[in-house]
């Protein structure tokens, strides 16, 4: 049976303040109509694809129908109100099963390997910014990932299954105000008194931050040398000491919050720490394999959307009698952008065929990161100055994608550290 058509989920239900699991096949509306699934198999693009089957099409597709229903058609007004309803939306995808793809079964996931996540964030993209996008990549694949690999099965029952299902937004803290790329140097204490740690800190620039149920924390547990005296923590957000300082006004990524948050003695169970004590920055660089390999894969359809709509613009719109799109120096350049899109995205299914066979793919994910940053800053001001007074309105996609986009060079690791990593690869950094 295929993979899409045969994954089962736990399907969850409160009774009496526990969950109880049912297992029960995904809603497969459109992948279990016969025609759908006829056109999908003789499809060039899925018999071809060098990363994709027909099973991936199909939860793209469910995934399509649930961006055009439930949110493309409010992401104006969320924009212009800077908050998008984390609940509803990530309940909507929770109940669909997209926000456990690659999570294992018994938690309600679907247990697919990680190709299909990446899917499901190629699919995201279609959404009509990046903040949304970029909110549902922090609830999959920056702040569970560790939980799902290495927590207990407590943990996992209280943060993991109600994540996957929608029932809880997660938040990821990790940044600090003195500590952003270099997560090493993170000041945030969690001091063991007993059977608690006792938190005392603050993270910075934290998505989801304002609407969150919990926070994937990641603190000092020890003094002892910085890469072995961190540790991952589930945080409830509601715990006495945590505050929400401020939610940050951004340039771009209008929909999603982002908050600074503050703990003073804040007090949880020590048996909230995620795997083993002192492990929390290998789990967390483990992590950030799959963060950056989502990331790169979430701008391709935007990018893709922002030149077919240049196109279609730059073809009405004239200027000296012709269209814009016909000055050679705009169609050529068009050509560039569209060239350096498909290598992009040919390095994102490369990267995530090693890493689904178990390669280390850390260099091929820092460079598709690096990548995808770059181009979306390159693309988004090309394809700006063809839309002329238009583009410098908020009116436009390709102005949101302008604003939105130039996160992707900072946020998840800078470009200068994804430098220093692919450099650490070639054995050309600088020795001690």
Request: charged share 20%.
């Amino acid at each position: 049976m295929a993979l899409w058509e045969g994954a089962r989920r736990l399907h969850l239900t409160a009774n009496r303040g526990l969950y109880q699991a049912t297992s029960i096949c995904i809603n497969r509306q459109l992948s279990e109509n016969a025609s759908f699934k006829a056109k999908v198999a003789s499809s060039p693009e899925t018999t071809e694809h060098i990363l994709y089957t027909s099973e991936h099409f199909a939860l793209k597709e469910s995934l399509k129908k649930i961006v055009d229903q439930e949110i493309n058609p409010h992401v104006d007004k969320w924009e212009e109100e800077g908050l998008f309803p984390a609940h509803k939306i990530f309940k909507i995808l929770g109940s669909a099963g997209f926000l456990g793809v690659t999570k294992p079964v018994e938690y309600g996931g679907m247990g697919l390997d990680y190709s299909y996540s990446i899917a499901v964030a190629e699919e995201l993209g279609s959404i009509n910014c990046g903040g949304i996008p970029m909110a549902i990549g922090v609830q999959t694949d920056m702040a569970t990932p560790a939980l799902a690999r290495f927590g207990s099965a407590a943990l996992k029952t209280e943060f993991l299954l109600p994540s996957i299902m929608g029932d809880k937004v997660a938040c990821l803290g990790v940044s600090e105000v003195g500590a952003g790329s270099d997560v090493a140097s993170i000041k945030t204490k969690a001091v063991r008194k007993g059977d608690e740690l006792v938190i005392n800190g603050g993270k910075m620039w934290t998505t989801n931050g304002t609407q969150a149920d919990w926070m994937c924390l990641l603190a000092n547990t020890s003094d002892g040398a910085p890469h072995k005296n961190k540790s991952l923590i589930c945080l409830p957000m509601n715990t006495p000491g945590v505050h929400i300082a401020r939610k940050i006004s951004k340039i771009g990524m209008w929909a999603s919050d982002t908050a600074e948050v503050f703990f003073d003695d804040v007090r949880v169970p020590c048996k909230n720490i995620i795997g083993q004590e002192g492990m929390g920055f290998t789990y967390q660089m483990l992590q950030f394999q799959e963060e950056r390999l989502w990331a790169a894969a979430s701008v391709l359809s935007m990018m893709d959307k922002v030149i077919q709509e240049t196109i279609k613009y730059t073809r009405q719109r004239k200027i000296f009698n012709t269209p814009v799109l016909y000055h050679q120096a705009v169609h050529f350049r068009l050509a560039e952008l569209e060239t350096e899109l498909e290598l992009l995205r040919s390095l994102v299914y490369r990267a995530t065929g090693g890493y689904i066979k178990g390669q280390d793919v850390t260099k091929l994910a820092s460079m598709a990161k690096l990548k995808a940053g770059r181009l979306c800053r390159e693309l988004g001001d090309s394809c700006l100055q063809y839309w002329g007074g238009m583009g410098f309105t908020s009116d436009v996609i390709v102005s949101r994608f302008y604003r939105d986009s130039r996160l992707l060079s900072i946020g998840g690791g800078a470009d200068e550290v994804m430098l220093a990593i692919i450099c650490k690869y070639m054995d050309t950094l600088p020795r001690k």
